[in-house]
């Protein structure tokens, strides 16, 4: 092995070492188009399967174009896993910590002992139902997500398979190289293998299995004798009698990447004629949106993923058999208007190769920093691992980890959940939208610190949220304006005075304002509190608004304008690539090492000088006194085949009959343009995560009691909504969460002075 191929990164990412069973010179596909782009941050060693040769040897070579290492074993039996081991171990002693990276479960059985910084399992296919699967790769497919950190499928129906195997499982269909296919809707020099074949030539490239439908192909050729049919790609695991023997249907075998665009742009249709079997029941094609992106019109067989992502792209069809195809093909070349690509564009700026490695990488760091220290390393280091311990990894954990780690302080964050950003947190579910798991986050401040802060690490763009709620009178604006007055009540008003003088009409005064309903009532009366409030509050909160503080009203007011905006902020935006990214980029700092699936608990004391802790303040003190009471919500995500169904983000139901409380769709919050659209249905419990305190004179007074404990305390700082026991919006746990890094910091530079209150009541 020659020593001099080693590569190092210029960046500290460790390594990734990926172990395919694909061929890296074979078809450039998902492996090779994320491992080229990974390559541009760190050193890639993909490990092929081994092949035959007489003298054992690790081949190693550069490819040129990516800088990846294509790493071969060479040996005698190629199926000696002890032998493959051994060679591989040599890798590694080489290469040093490294990133393991799975295409096949098979490579277990040759590499499970390696204590990898992070384990990545990339479902790209379902390889137990192809075509000569070994007896062991179900076995091994379980061990494999046991070990994994993060998963990722190649597809829908691969994630809706796989999704209760993994607790940190992420659908990332296969996208498009946008620069490279694009160019095939100009004109190219055509290669001269396919120059002297007849128009229309109907096309495929891709690999050549039993994944293929040769009935419906040679049906095609049958049917259209005048029609030539050109077949790129590998052919493997089929026997020349198994291809069709047609005169006008051309194997022309392998072909290089570079020259494919060369091929597509003197295609008339582009073609997916896939058998319906077991090998491609959870398929993700990647040659749609590669034939898309060339501006070639697409016919496929009903394979699932392709019919659910490209439903209503009028540049796909799809057909059951050799008639349906030649149907189909006939009308795309009668087809000259190109309008109908603006929507395939629209579609393709979302499914980009850059963009999927980009989250993919994100979530990579992620499983790499809760991979840093080990379980035993964390109870065997003499020496202190942080002089701080954040507990939580949402808002206030993240920024004042940032800050100080900045300030120059080791920063150990964990959180229980498998994923940072806390309610936060948005990921791409398995449709391709862009979701917020924990129901909507709309970000709105009237703080220029808060905005400049959180601007290091995201950009933004604008976003007004406005919210409708659905009463008798149809969909009004909520919080209630001119607007809602005039639909409910039938009313005529212009001008804020005559709204002003009208909710004044409605009003009941009273002498003392003690709850939720009376803050409604005494502004504008018992009909629109009854319409709008009562029942809202009452699903939301699990008890009636006379029982919970003013405040929790107090927060949608009246307004006698016009204006339906559901915040008036001066800044109101949403970061520009999501929430999650935002919370990688804060918390990607080498002062920082975040463990995730882990509880403070777990942490030797000793090991850290101080802890930061925004989990509920009950919780850390054993629910000494009893339990604080908090809200929980529950969410009902689905995904429909439409490209929006709401006309604003937001619609609130707030009558009885209906069991949830508002409903959201994402794509107004996000921006995304896709051909689908997620909602997200919330419905307030009892039980289950604490999401909101609920505001009433008996739990403050619960409260004060832990509030008394954490003001003894020299140790201990708490933070956030659940540590200060009081609903804060997002800005408002950030602007804590700074002045709480800053009083931190100044402790520390001033260690012989007075020890304030512990509680952080900024």
């Known amino acids: 092995m020659d020593g001099n191929i080693f590569i190092t990164a210029e960046q500290h990412r460790a390594p990734i070492i990926c172990l395919s069973h694909l061929r890296w010179n074979s078809v450039f596909q998902r492996p090779q188009q994320l491992m080229s782009r990974f390559a541009a941050d760190r050193a890639v060693y993909f490990f092929e399967e081994p092949v035959e040769n007489q003298t054992p040897e690790l081949r190693l070579e550069i490819c040129p174009r990516t800088g990846v290492v294509v790493v071969t074993p060479m040996l005698p039996l190629p199926h000696d896993a002890a032998a493959i081991r051994g060679m591989l171990d040599r890798l590694v002693t080489r290469t040093g910590p ?105 096309g495929y490239f891709g690999v050549i299995d039993e994944r293929m439908d040769m009935v419906l192909l040679a049906g095609m050729a049958a049917l259209r004798p005048h029609w030539d049919f050109v077949m790129l790609g590998p052919v493997a695991k089929l026997t020349p009698e198994d291809l069709p023997n047609a005169s006008n249907i051309h194997w022309l075998g392998s072909k290089d990447y570079n020259d494919l665009p060369n091929y597509l742009s003197h295609w008339d249709v582009a073609l997916m004629p896939f058998a319906i079997n077991d090998a491609t029941r959870f398929i993700s094609p990647t040659k749609a949106p590669e034939y898309l992106a060339g501006g070639k019109r697409v016919i496929s067989t009903p394979i699932h993923d392709v019919v659910q992502r490209f439903a209503g792209i009028e540049a796909v069809s799809i057909a059951p058999d050799a008639a349906g195809f030649v149907a189909a093909a006939e009308a795309a070349m009668m087809r000259s208007d190109v309008s109908d690509f603006a929507a395939v564009d629209d579609l393709l700026a979302t499914i980009s190769w850059e963009g999927i ?22 109870h065997t280091t003499p ?225 850290y000088r101080h802890t930061v802790f925004t989990g509920p303040i009950d919780a850390y003190y054993g629910h000494r006194y009893g339990a604080l009471p908090y809200r929980s919500l529950v969410f009902d995500h689905e995904t429909l085949d439409a490209s929006q169904v709401q006309p604003v983000g937001t619609i609130n139901y707030p009558t009885l009959d209906t069991p949830y409380t508002r409903c959201t769709e994402f794509k107004h919050l996000t921006g995304q343009v896709h051909s689908k659209t997620s909602i997200c249905r919330e419905r307030s419990s009892g039980t289950g995560d604490p999401y909101y305190p609920i505001p009433n004179d008996a739990n403050q007074r619960l409260f004060k009691r832990y509030q008394a404990l954490a003001d003894s305390e020299r140790e201990v700082t708490f933070l956030g909504r659940l540590g200060t026991y009081r609903y804060m919006n997002m800005d408002q746990v950030v602007a804590q969460a700074l002045a709480t890094a800053r009083r931190l910091q100044t402790q520390r530079a001033a260690p012989q002075s007075s020890m304030v209150s512990s509680s952080a009541a900024s």
């Open 357 to 378: 490695h980009a989250r993919m990488d994100a979530l990579l760091a992620a499983s790499e920093r809760t991979t840093r220290l080990s379980a035993a390393a964390l």
């Open 98 to 202: 490294s990133v393991g990276w799975y295409y096949t479960p098979m490579a277990l059985d040759f590499s499970e002992h390696v204590p990898w910084v992070a384990t990545v399992f990339d479902v790209m296919d379902e390889l137990s139902a192809f075509r000569f699967a070994p007896a062991a790769l179900r076995t091994n497919e379980r061990r494999l997500m046991h070990r994994a950190d993060v998963v990722f499928t190649g597809g829908a129906s691969l994630f809706a398979a796989k999704a209760g195997q993994h607790s940190n499982i992420h659908c990332m269909p296969s996208g498009v190289d946008l620069g490279h296919f694009m160019t095939a809707r100009r004109p190219l020099f055509e290669p001269d293998d396919q120059m002297s074949l007849r128009r229309p030539l109907l």
């Open 383 to 607: 020496a202190a691992i942080s002089d701080y311990l954040v507990v939580g990894a949402g808002f206030g954990g993240a920024v004042v980890a940032e800050r100080l780690a900045a300030a120059g302080s080791r920063v150990l964050v964990v959180d229980r959940r498998t994923h940072v950003g806390g309610n936060a947190y948005d990921e791409v579910d398995a449709a391709g939208l862009l979701i917020h798991r924990y129901g909507p986050h709309i970000f709105h401040t009237n703080s220029d610190e808060v905005l400049a802060y959180l601007s290091r690490f995201t950009a933004w763009r604008a976003y007004e949220h406005r919210v409708l709620a659905q009463v008798p009178a149809g969909l009004v604006p909520m919080p209630i304006n001119r607007v809602t007055v005039n639909q409910v009540f039938g009313t005529h008003l212009t001008t804020d005075e005559e709204t002003a003088a009208f909710f004044a009409s409605l009003a009941e005064p009273m002498r003392e304002i003690a709850s939720a309903r009376d803050f409604v009532v005494a502004a504008v009366g018992t009909n629109l509190y009854e319409m709008f409030f009562h029942g809202y509050t009452l699903k939301q909160w699990g008890v009636p608004p006379e029982a919970l503080d003013r405040s929790v009203t107090a927060r949608v007011p009246t307004r006698t304008s016009d204006d339906d905006r559901y915040f008036l902020d001066k800044h109101q935006c949403m970061p520009a690539s999501g929430y999650t990214a935002m919370f990688d980029a804060m918390l990607d700092h080498p002062n920082i090492t975040v463990l995730l699936g882990t509880s403070h608990d777990d942490i030797p004391r000793g090991r």
